[in-house]
């Protein structure tokens, strides 16, 4: 019944707005976006670059490169697109993600130094930390399953430096910048992609991480029919789905993935369980992790900080699992009043399972940039060593 109101009460609002705006009235109460739901909301259509760092094709195609070419790894094997591949959704598809010495691509990937969390997609990561209202700041957006660095400039540079990711034990963490700097300089083609992004043939961190940033920055996949549904398109979703979304809301999913990322971008503890692989208690030892982002799951699976479930109905079970009377951790490190209040209530019927994994898959929008370039200018394998 709470749902059925919810639902009327989006339409009417609907109503008000078409009323409104074909009536051309000003009334500025009545001026309610289309799609205006408390919770959750498109996504806008286009990206901010922070002031420092505008966008241009030239820089977006530098980016593209670096991202794509091993050249930034120590031992020249490993390059961004290893571990965030558009064929995987620009994650692995792996539990844990798999660094300097693996060969293949994605679960098949073998010998890998094991990096101790599951990779996220680089879609969207433009809008992390995005509000409802549709609020961000591109120097300060939250990356990382704890939120450990700010705005996709600052993070560029974390994988370079990481011996298990890019760097390798070869050469020591103060100076691989430097050699990185090294040998694009002896590369001319990458001396003319710096000039065409920056103006002159100066390359250094800066202009690394800026070129690197503005490429992430514009992949995106925000437009889904959840995005066309709020954006107005009411034939977008059906009404099994909408159902979904209302089931989604009322039982408190929305509590932390809230916005248009479908994350509220805090940290929180839930008692996933460990990997048996590796020792990680979180942002701060509390065994809290950042809430991701629901949009697109139909490629990033497995889920979760460490990949420890393979697909949505597992992930749902474990909410049922941690629900209840008085909590029921699933980790034997965190003690049930540990488990986040808003996580300790999420006990649904097979029903509601359904019901929002229907929702869920509204988020997927299979419409992004997936073109994989020819060669890279070091001349190096495409992508590290991936086949
Ligand atoms: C060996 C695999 C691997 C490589 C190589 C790698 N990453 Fe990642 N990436 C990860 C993992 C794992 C995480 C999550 C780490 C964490 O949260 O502590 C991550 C997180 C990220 C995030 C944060 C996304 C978010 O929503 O918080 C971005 C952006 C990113 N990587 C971009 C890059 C870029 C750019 C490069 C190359 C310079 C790169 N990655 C290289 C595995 C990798
Ligand atoms: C208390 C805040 C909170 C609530 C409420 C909550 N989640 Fe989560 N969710 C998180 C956090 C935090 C994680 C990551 C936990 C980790 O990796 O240790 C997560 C992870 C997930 C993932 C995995 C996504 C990925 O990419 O790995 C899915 C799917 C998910 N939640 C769906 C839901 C659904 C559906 C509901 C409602 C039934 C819900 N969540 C309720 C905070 C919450």
């Not at 019944?1 to 009327?8: A, D, G, V, Y």
């Not at 120097?139 to 700010?150: E, G, I, K, L, V």
């Not at 990997?275 to 030892?285: P, Q, R």
């Not at 699992?321 to 699933?330: F, Y």
């Given at each position: 019944?709470?749902?059925?109101?919810?639902?009327?009460?989006?339409?009417?609002l609907?109503?008000?707005?078409?009323?409104?705006?074909?009536?051309?009235?000003?009334?500025?109460?009545?001026?309610?976006?289309?799609?205006?739901?408390?919770?959750?909301?498109?996504?806008?259509?286009?990206?901010?670059?922070?002031?420092?760092?505008?966008?241009?094709?030239?820089?977006?195609?530098?980016?593209?490169?670096?991202?794509?070419d091993?050249?930034?790894?120590?031992?020249?094997?490993?390059?961004?697109?290893?571990?965030?591949?558009?064929?995987?959704?620009?994650?692995?598809?792996?539990?844990?993600?798999?660094?300097?010495?693996?060969?293949?691509?994605?679960?098949?990937?073998?010998?890998?130094?094991?990096?101790?969390?599951?990779?996220?997609?680089?879609?969207?990561?433009?809008?992390?930390?995005?509000?409802?209202?549709?609020?961000?700041?591109p120097?300060?957006?939250?990356?990382?399953?704890?939120?450990?660095?700010?705005g996709?400039?600052?993070?560029?540079?974390?994988?370079?430096?990481?011996?298990?990711?890019?760097?390798?034990?070869?050469?020591?963490?103060?100076?691989?910048?430097?050699?990185?700097?090294?040998?694009?300089?002896?590369?001319?083609?990458?001396?003319?992609?710096?000039?065409?992004?920056?103006?002159?043939?100066?390359?250094?961190?800066?202009?690394?991480?800026?070129?690197?940033?503005?490429?992430?920055?514009?992949?995106?996949?925000?437009?889904?029919?959840?995005?066309?549904?709020?954006?107005?398109?009411?034939?977008?979703?059906?009404?099994?789905?909408?159902?979904?979304?209302?089931?989604?809301?009322?039982?408190?999913?929305?509590?932390?993935?809230?916005?248009?990322?479908?994350?509220?971008?805090?940290?929180?503890?839930?008692?996933?369980?460990?990997?048996?692989?590796?020792?990680?208690?979180?942002?701060?030892?509390?065994?809290?992790?950042?809430?991701?982002?629901?949009?697109?799951?139909?490629?990033?699976?497995?889920?979760?900080?460490?990949?420890?479930?393979?697909?949505?109905?597992?992930?749902?079970?474990?909410?049922n699992?941690?629900?209840?009377?008085?909590?029921?951790?699933?980790n034997p490190?965190?003690?049930?009043?540990?488990?986040?209040?808003?996580?300790?209530?999420?006990?649904?019927?097979?029903?509601?399972?359904?019901?929002?994994?229907?929702?869920?898959?509204?988020?997927?929008?299979?419409?992004?940039?997936?073109?994989?370039?020819?060669?890279?200018?070091?001349?190096?394998?495409?992508?590290?060593?991936?086949?």
């Open positions: 019944m709470h749902n059925k109101i919810r639902l009327n009460y989006f339409m009417l609907l109503g008000m707005v078409l009323i409104a705006s074909s009536c051309q009235r000003e009334e500025e109460e009545e001026m309610i976006p289309i799609g205006n739901i408390p919770e959750i909301g498109a996504l806008p259509e286009s990206v901010l670059s922070p002031n420092e760092n505008p966008y241009s094709n030239e820089k977006f195609e530098l980016g593209r490169a670096l991202f794509w091993p050249i930034l790894s120590g031992a020249k094997d490993v390059a961004c697109v290893s571990c965030h591949h558009p064929n995987f959704g620009y994650a692995d598809g792996r539990d844990l993600s798999s660094g300097v010495n693996g060969i293949g691509l994605g679960p098949n990937r073998v010998n890998g130094d094991v990096v101790k969390r599951n990779s996220p997609t680089i879609l969207n990561t433009a809008f992390n930390g995005i509000d409802l209202a549709g609020n961000y700041n120097d300060a957006a939250p990356m990382f399953w704890d939120n450990r660095a700010m996709l400039e600052e993070q560029a540079l974390l994988p370079i430096l990481s011996k298990e990711e890019m760097r390798g034990s070869e050469i020591a963490e103060d100076d691989i910048v430097d050699s990185l700097i090294q040998r694009l300089n002896t590369l001319p083609a990458y001396r003319t992609l710096f000039v065409e992004a920056f103006g002159d043939a100066t390359i250094n961190q800066n202009r690394i991480v800026q070129a690197i940033a503005t490429f992430q920055r514009n992949i995106l996949a925000n437009n889904s029919r959840f995005d066309q549904y709020m954006r107005g398109d009411l034939n977008a979703l059906n009404n099994q789905e909408i159902e979904g979304m209302n089931t989604f809301i009322s039982v408190g999913c929305a509590n932390c993935h809230s916005g248009p990322m479908f994350s509220d971008f805090q940290l929180h503890t839930l008692s996933v369980p460990d990997h048996a692989l590796v020792d990680d208690d979180g942002a701060t030892g509390n065994f809290d992790f950042r809430t991701p982002s629901l949009r697109n799951l139909n490629l990033t699976a497995p889920y979760m900080h460490n990949g420890s479930f393979d697909n949505l109905r597992e992930v749902l079970r474990f909410y699992d941690i629900s209840g009377g008085n909590a029921n951790s699933q490190n965190v003690g049930n009043n540990q488990i986040d209040q808003d996580a300790r209530n999420l006990r649904l019927n097979n029903g509601q399972v359904n019901e929002i994994i229907t929702f869920l898959n509204t988020l997927n929008d299979e419409d992004f940039d997936r073109s994989i370039p020819q060669n890279v200018p070091s001349g190096l394998s495409v992508g590290g060593r991936i086949d």
